[in-house]
């Protein structure tokens, strides 16, 4: 935890927040054995980085005065489209995604999905949440990554995708067949929102890569090897970063 | 498991090589379903690929004649040197590492590493190469990273380290601090062996850096968000991975 993070709705009026026996109020005591005066790095969720001085500390209950950075952090520039993995795979794709910076994920549903995952108790219960925050206090970052879930292929890619390319400078696919290779696909310097799409273990079919095409995402290839989904959404974003800093 | 993995030794002078009760054994039977004249992906472990044609099958036992290709895939041209981590991230690092694909992976103390780890049985055992080998199978590649365990930090940065620079194109040093971005300290096209060295959580400390500078490793920056080290390991080899696809 590099940074503790805080609801808007908790900070009171006189500039005070205060955890009572929850995982940050455990924190501070226990693996960093923070005592009055010590200072500690927040962040409010979707708000900006800041401070916090602690004013009184007990096993039970901690009391920090707060100060805040005038702006937020900035949206990360990627969102992401991800055929729904098994929860256990999520946990640690969301966790891993949230510390790299995403701003929005599409979990939805491909040929190669197992149905049973969009039961998962992770999903149903919005227990996913935790592990986004995770990554967070991890990277140091505020920005909550948006979660939605899309059960069904055709009303997501015919109904919701088209309302969401345009704000898009890059659509991309990722496909094991595709001709190209990323930098191609998204040529350096990259600027502007990038939409990225990665399909299940096994890939997508050729009528979703079709439907895909339809809504002008641009196939590419990662190479001959064969990655786990959580390998590639890592390895991907971090390309993708790259391509940015190229000058 | 995308391909199934043989030792040299177990290859039969005429040609067949057999599993009896063991995981391939089961993955034929209870993953795949095989059936006599069905066809799987081998590999040789550090050989070449090859495909294996069932000749009979049981729960207990499967007998397969392997043909082979000419030559073994080529060697990863990335090694690691990578701060020991606790085990259980370990693990991770190594499958998620060999299947992006690594030569040499040297794992190393370092001031911020908790020295009860070089006692962890998956490294007393070698316990590790289990980790590695189904980084393999996943990638579809047969060449098993060397790894090798160095308890104390002077003797392998002074007397091991100036033995092996010499080989590289690029001695990196991943280091949160640093001025330069990877792109600049390894421009690209890339090409060449690149020796990648990565810290503990918390980063390397100052004399630790001196030390690798003296040996000619360039300290860049990842950037501002402060990520695990399984984390950043993917996200690295998939950096230096696109610097060599641009042209």
């Known amino acids: ?17 205060v955890f009572r026996g929850d995982r940050r109020c455990r924190h501070l005591n226990q693996v960093l054995g923070s005592r009055p005066g010590d200072t500690v790095r927040l962040g409010q969720v979707n708000g900006p980085l800041g401070t916090g001085r602690l004013l009184a500390i007990s ?24 055929a729904l993995p ?12 949230a510390a790299q910076g995403v701003g929005r994920i599409y979990l939805i549903n491909a040929n190669r999905v197992e149905k049973s995952f969009f039961q998962a108790t992770l999903l149903r219960e919005e227990a996913f949440v935790e592990h986004l925050r995770h990554g967070l206090e991890q990277a140091v970052d505020t920005r909550l990554p948006e979660v939605t879930v899309h059960p069904r292929f055709r009303p997501f890619v015919e109904d919701v995708l088209p309302g ?3 704000v898009y400078a890059h659509l991309l696919l990722a496909h094991p067949g595709a001709a190209e290779w990323l930098p191609a696909a998204a040529p ?10 990665l399909g299940p273990e096994g890939g997508w079919v050729d009528f979703e890569v079709d439907k895909f095409r339809e809504q ?9 090897r ?3 989904l959580e390998t590639a959404v890592v390895a991907l974003l971090a390309q993708l970063d790259l391509l940015r800093q190229w000058r």
């Open 1 to 17: 935890m590099n940074l503790i993070l805080v609801d808007p709705g908790e900070l009171r009026p006189d500039g005070t927040v």
């Open 59 to 82: 096993p039970e209950e901690a009391v920090l005065a707060a100060t805040w950075q005038p702006d937020p952090p900035a949206l990360p520039p990627v969102d992401l489209i991800l």
């Open 86 to 97: 098994r929860p256990i795979m999520l946990q640690r794709i969301l966790a891993q995604a």
């Open 164 to 166: 969401l390319t345009p």
């Open 188 to 197: 350096p310097p990259l600027s502007g929102r990038v939409l990225l799409a």
């Open 216 to 224: 002008k995402l641009r196939p590419f290839s990662m190479g001959t």
């Open 226 to 228: 064969i990655l786990r």
